[in-house]
């Protein structure tokens, strides 16, 4: 992955500043989603250790609990493994008024299961077929969707996942497949671009998010986020994301560096 060019590390000051007026923000639009029953799903996939529970951490912060939930679903159970694959997580879909943060997805399918072998390459094909009339679906049945891909590089995901081994506060993050994460880089590698390629639609398209700078890494997502969602008062300068950090997806970003190989 190259480094973003000119992108200056920002100040713990700058960055709570700026993270503040980005949360009232969220605020306004979490009030229009209630007021007009609007059904918001995002999702966020990633790496081990990419980042997805900070983002949803500091979008969810000052968000009612009753109208916006956190969905991490863990390991299926014997029963769900035999149901169709996306029964499991259409309970956990958004009714009227509320949002939705999906801490991984349906897309576990595309990654940690196909690189881990908890799934057939049959069964991942059919799941990359499936997935676009699936989320179409969701969209004609007015389901906001938007989808983020935090990438990171191997030496930042290499220092995170030790950092974890010794904080006493992080160490229930690491799991076998953590700890796995680094030996399965490139299979990771191929199985996120071939998820990106196949899965990228008009509908839904795919964000990817440089994610090696925590800080600038929710700022511009929660900046892209806002700025996708209309909502009254929307549209400031605020709103708009930095694209050294948050671009939505394009094919070249697999060979030209944009993404970590």
């Not at 000119?6 to 007026?21: A, G």
């Not at 949360?23 to 306004?28: A, R, S, T, Y």
């Not at 229930?172 to 399965?184: V, Y």
């Not at 509908?203 to 994610?211: D, G, I, K, S």
Request: charged share 30%; aromatic share 8%; glycine share 4%.
């Amino acid at each position: 992955m190259k480094s973003p060019k000119h992108l200056s590390p920002i100040s713990k000051s700058d960055y709570r500043d700026e993270l503040h007026q980005l949360q009232i923000e969220l605020v306004k639009l979490h009030r229009d989603v209630i007021a007009r029953g609007r059904k918001v799903l995002v999702i966020f996939e990633g790496r081990d250790a990419a980042g997805k529970d900070g983002v949803i951490k500091r979008i969810a912060e000052h968000l009612s609990p009753r109208e916006v939930r956190v969905v991490a679903l863990g390991k299926p159970s014997d029963r769900e493994e035999t149901q169709w694959y996306f029964q499991r997580f259409v309970p956990y879909l958004p009714a009227a008024g509320e949002i939705v943060l999906s801490n991984r997805s349906w897309y576990n399918r595309a990654g940690v299961e196909r690189v881990m072998g908890f799934c057939t390459p049959a069964e991942c094909d059919a799941f990359l077929e499936a997935v676009p009339r699936f989320e179409h679906m969701l969209i004609k049945a007015g389901v906001e969707l938007f989808k983020y891909y935090l990438d990171i590089s191997r030496s930042e995901q290499a220092r995170r996942l030790r950092d974890r081994r010794r904080d006493p506060l992080k160490q229930w993050k690491m799991s076998r497949i953590d700890a796995a994460a680094l030996g399965h880089w490139k299979d990771y590698s191929t199985a996120r671009n071939v998820m990106l390629k196949s899965t990228h639609h008009a509908e839904a398209p795919w964000l990817v998010v440089r994610a090696d700078d925590k800080r600038h890494a929710r700022l511009n997502v929660i900046r892209d986020l806002l700025g996708r969602i209309k909502y009254p008062a929307s549209g400031s300068r605020r709103l708009r994301p930095d694209r050294r950090v948050v671009q939505v997806f394009r094919s070249p970003m697999v060979k030209d560096g944009w993404l970590a190989r």
